[in-house]
């Protein structure tokens, strides 16, 4: 659905990944890379624990990476906790981090039966191009 969750996936433990093609599996991949993140358990994650998540991802650990590219990912990922933080309040909730993929997911999902195919994908993909702090056109 977008990079936000190929690069949470990728610093998430490995487990059996929900169906992001369902609304179901999309709330449950998020709530679980948010469990994995939120290493305190607090139910909320610190700029520190969205940050020792991006430094263990492996995309930044790639070898094929320069230190120009490997320094431009990681400013746009950590970028991502503050467009995240839609209260400004410094902390990341699950809701927080769910609410623009729910959105898109919403708008690709034509028939609303809570699950995105192919097709959908492909005919709405303009129409519901990522909203504004996702990759992608701001919408």
Excluded at 98 to 111: E, G, T
């Amino acid at each position: 659905m977008s990079i936000l969750i190929f690069f949470l996936a990728a610093a998430a433990k490995p487990h059996a990944a929900p169906d992001t093609s369902t609304r179901a599996g999309l709330i449950a991949s998020y709530t679980a890379m948010f469990k994995h993140i939120d290493t305190d358990g607090d139910g909320k994650v610190s700029r520190a624990e969205w940050e020792t998540m991006v430094d263990a991802s492996p995309m930044l650990q790639s070898t094929g990476l320069s230190e120009a590219n490997r320094a431009n990912l990681r400013a746009a990922l950590m970028a991502g906790f503050g467009k995240n933080d839609s209260d400004g309040d410094g902390w990341l909730t699950l809701d927080e981090l769910m609410a623009k993929p729910l959105v898109r997911f919403a708008c690709l999902d034509a028939n609303h039966d809570a699950k995105v195919t192919q097709a959908e994908m492909e005919a709405n993909m303009d129409r519901c191009s990522a909203p504004p702090g996702l990759p992608g056109k701001e919408g």
